[in-house]
């Protein structure tokens, strides 16, 4: 998300009292590999990764690279037995259906099976 | 078994005769069987039969072997030997074991890639190309000598072909490698199987006006084609090969048994057309697993009674 | 550069299975380059490792380093410690790189984190290729700067061979045809000719065909 123009996150998707925590980059392509697996060995349950609409990028390709290498580690997460479904890309125009859907599969796979404590009471 | 004594196909060639050449498979087994049936089909209507060296790169029995019961039949063998699984030992040794057991024809192929065939994780060897290789013969049989330099205890006297292809890209190189090829030792070539006859044409003109097909002898392939699915099966799956349109809608215009009657038809219209090509020696028949309708071709063709010796 | 690709999770998983204590070592030259084993891949690596044995209910111990080089002693030796107070080290360099840590680590478990594939450079952003095959006798003047041993799947010498189509290897589509490439490059640079003389069959001695090889340097030797 670029934190230096919309400050604080906020989202209108019913998200049924799970724990939302945001980190803030000037731009999703500043997003790294480790930052999302240490996200979930955090114990998040879901990782959404928000940046520019399609096409309306501020930094030229940035979110187009931030697409791939979340599509990169969606794979990782797969292999490693985590669902690649719990990590998600959304450009800032969607991010409350694309949030509403992670919820949703979130359902579906359940706690991360890595063993912390945050969790979802629902 | 004959031993001692000159190729007879060469001699046909050298005589000025239409030569006419087929094809055997060996079998994917230890069955001798398999190669008496298909001889009995070929003999006596052909000059020589060439024995294919685990084409497509799949496992079958060896050339050298199948061949050696080709040669207890009474048939003339043509040795196919691809530089794909053996290296320059192997294949020189095996020049040599070929001699002595009496092969007289040698054809000298890079082969299939293992990739495509039974066996895709096989190392390969490519330790020489195919022009590496018929050279090493030609040097045999003219020097008397291995490629080490080594005087050969008795050499082997091989009749020495290779393939090429008139269909594959680049066409004006594929008569530069032609020439190399000749030059490098080459007595007769067998070509892919020809449909476009405009593009076979135009390949053997510009040997022509290179001087090529007066020291080689050309003899052309034909595969006469069974089915619309065939053609479209070559057109489409076959490296290398060159299917025109029109031969494909001929093929698709009939069904059934017809197919098979008309694929004989335009095998035959093409050997006419090619009869008249000067350069053009002689026909190499491919009848993948078709060898019954070889008698048939040659007959319709006009091209027995053959000379029999 | 040297191109290698991280072995698949689940297989290092099993490799590493046995030992609470891991040193995922990395290598800041090559393996950096292709994105299999540098600084960045380590810490991704060693996370995705602890979050694979924490969906099982298992915990390990991941230590994290990289050297800038693993084929060369002195930037080996800096890891000695932490090699030493690990039970193994999944070394992330390339074999050459893999067998050196071993070399001097002798007592140490070593365990080979990537598949090293090729001598290769990056074409464009994300595709690495095949060029060279190393094979200590080059030949890359006959054939206008492009390696008939390396890109023709047939190493031909004489070639093209008759499986060439529209400048395509019979292999796979993906694979240009080396000798249309040699063709066209030498037809434009006015060398043709180079291809019109026999060329006869390569002497394999200078390749690992004829052993593994050494290169001595009498001039460096104290």
Known sequence: MNAFDQGVFSTSADVGGALLQSIKLPCSAMVRDIFLLRAFEAGADGVVVIGCPQGKCQRIDGNIRAGKRVAWVQKLLSEIGLDGRRLVFAGSDTVDLAIANLLKDMMLLGLSPVKKETGISK | MKTGGQSRLKETLAGGGFAVTAECGPPRGANADAIHKKGDLLKGFVDAVNVTDNQTAVVRMSSLAACVHLLEMGIEPVMQMVTRDRNRIALQSDILGAYSLGIRNVLCLSGDHQSLGSQPEAMNVFDIDSVNLLHAVHVMRHEGKDMSGFTLNVAPDMFIGAAENPFADPLAYRVVRLAKKIAAGADFIQTQCVYNLPRFKEWIRLAREEGLTDKIYILAGITPLKSAKMARFMATKVAGMDMPEEIIKRMSAVAGPKATEEGLKIALETIAELRNIPGVRGIHIMAIEAEEKVPELVKAAGLLPHPQR | ?222
Not at chain 3, 38 to 57: K, P
């Open chain 3, 1 to 222: 550069m040297i191109v290698a690709k991280q072995k698949p999770i689940a297989e290092l998983k099993e490799m590493v299975r046995p030992y609470q204590k891991l040193l995922v070592l990395g290598c800041g030259t090559c393996v950096k380059t292709c994105f299999a084993g540098g600084e960045d891949e380590v810490a991704t690596l060693a996370s995705a490792l602890r979050l694979a044995f924490g969906q099982e209910g298992k915990s390990i111990k991941t230590e994290e380093l990289t050297v800038e080089r693993q084929c060369e002693d002195a930037f080996i030796q800096e890891a000695a410690q932490a090699v030493n107070r690990n039970e193994a080290v999944l070394s992330l360099a390339c074999g050459a790189g893999v067998q050196a840590i071993a070399r001097r680590f002798g007592k140490a478990v070593i365990l080979p984190g990537v598949n090293t594939t090729f001598i290769g450079v990056l074409e464009k952003p994300g595709l690495f290729t095949e060029e060279c095959a190393g094979c200590g006798d080059c030949e890359l003047d006959t054939f206008g700067g492009i390696c008939p041993v390396t890109r023709c799947s047939k190493r031909l010498m004489n070639g093209p061979c008759g499986g060439s189509k529209n400048g395509k290897c019979e292999v796979s589509p993906d694979i240009e045809c080396a000798w249309q490439l040699i063709i066209d490059r030498l037809t434009a640079l006015g060398q043709l000719d180079n291809l019109k003389r026999y060329i006869p069959a390569k002497d394999w001695r200078s390749s690992l065909s004829g052993g593994p090889r050494r290169l001595i340097r009498e001039d460096h030797v104290i």
